[in-house]
Each structure stands twice: as C-alpha cells, then as structure tokens.
C-alpha cells in the first residue's frame, strides 16, 4: 500500500485529488492539510511515501517546504501540483528532485497516468536489484515517445491511454468490461469499448459474450493465450 499525503491550501481541489486518488488501486490517502505547518507535523508522525503538494500556500511556498522535506525524510516521493509557471520557481522544484509537476487544473487522464507510472517504478525499485537502461529510459519518458513514434495510433486513439489498457488488461485474468474498463483507468464506458475494439483489429485480444442471470449478455475481452 502506497501511504499518500495531500499539501493544497484550497479544500475544495484536494477533495478532488483525494476522488482521484482512490480510483488507483493500491493508494491510502492518510491525511490531507491546508499548509506547510500541517504537513510537516504529519510527515514527523506518519508513515507516508508520496507527498501532493502545491506550490502556493498560505505559511510557505511549496517550493521551500520541498527542502525541508528532503531534510527530514529523504525517502519522500513528490508530485508538484501547482498552477505556477514562472520558470524560476519550477526550475527550482525540478533540481530538488520531484517524481512529476502536474499544472492545474489537473485532467484525470493526466493525473492518472502519473500516478500509475509512479506505482510501476516503485515497485520495480522495490523488486529489483539492478536495473537496466530500459528502466531508466521508461523513467526519464524515453520509452513512451519512442514507442509513440514506432507506431502512429489512427483519430481517435490515444497512444499513452491505449498502452495503458493494454498494461492493464494483461493484469485481469478473468476478463473485463468496457464498463469495467472505464472505471479502472477513469474514462466512459463508450470510450474504453473503442479503445478494446481496436485492440482485437490488432489481434491483441479476443472477445467473447458472456450470459449473466438476468438481462442482456455482456460483451467480455480477454488477452489472447
């Protein structure tokens, strides 16, 4: 279980971003705070891995808090979700050492999509003794735009999204919905159908109609054995 700690001074949006963090499998929200008091008082008491935090708040810019967290607990993970763009505040964040900056307002898509990356490097660092350069290359967003550039998607299509259904449709051992589908990587029903609709044009996976008790069959995909 990943241990998470929201630093945002308006309420409102860290609600918004403790919705989206429960949509991720494997995610605990501990605590969300208003300020950077708050947020180091949980840091010295809680056990927390990834830390939200915005770069405007009311005691301290999150920029500076970031140094004090990196003295207290240099195992700290960071995500900066921040509407600054000047270049020297994120010119500093970048040289601490953030896993991600995210601009507001936050899309799901987008958000989602770091949160799942951050969970596969972490559990790749946990898990392996050594790395390669492909794990770096995946890291530092190599992989991506290469395999973005290997193979044009048509209209439609999103190449980053499509990857990850595919990575996630090879974890379901029983199958998937569209519905299903769209709940897990946060877009509609109809919009995940076109996504593993494609897949099967791509011979990737199959899909079969499975009959429930009641009502109408539904429309099951699986990875192809």
Do not use: C, W
């Not at 770069?55 to 993970?77: A, C, F, V």
């Not at 051992?173 to 299903?180: K, R, S």
């Amino acid at each position: 279980m990943i241990h998470v700690l929201i630093v945002e001074d308006d309420y409102r949006i860290a609600g918004i971003h403790e919705e989206f963090l429960e949509k991720v499998e494997g995610i605990q929200v501990v605590e969300k705070v208003l300020n950077g008091k708050e947020a180091l008082e949980i840091i010295e008491k809680e056990k927390i891995d990834l830390v939200l935090l915005d770069i405007y708040m009311p005691d301290i810019l999150g920029s500076e808090l970031l140094q004090t967290i990196r003295s207290l607990n240099k195992q700290l993970d960071i995500i900066m979700i921040s509407a600054a763009t000047e270049a020297k505040i994120v010119g500093e964040v970048l040289r601490n050492g953030v896993f991600d900056y995210i601009m507001k307002p936050v899309k799901l898509e987008r958000f989602m999509e770091t949160m799942e990356r951050y969970k596969e490097v972490k559990g790749k660092l946990a898990a392996q003794k050594e790395l390669d350069q492909s794990f770096l290359d995946d890291y530092f967003g190599y992989g991506s735009s290469v395999s973005i550039m290997e193979k044009q998607t048509p209209k439609g299509i999103d190449p980053l999204t499509l990857e990850k259904i595919k990575q996630r449709i090879h974890t379901l051992n029983n199958g998937v919905t569209a519905e299903e589908m769209g709940m897990e990587i946060g877009t509609s029903r109809t919009t995940a159908r076109r996504y593993l609709e494609y897949l099967i044009t791509e011979g990737e996976i199959k899909a079969e109609l499975e009959y429930g008790v009641v009502g109408r069959p539904e429309r099951k995909y699986h990875v192809k054995k």
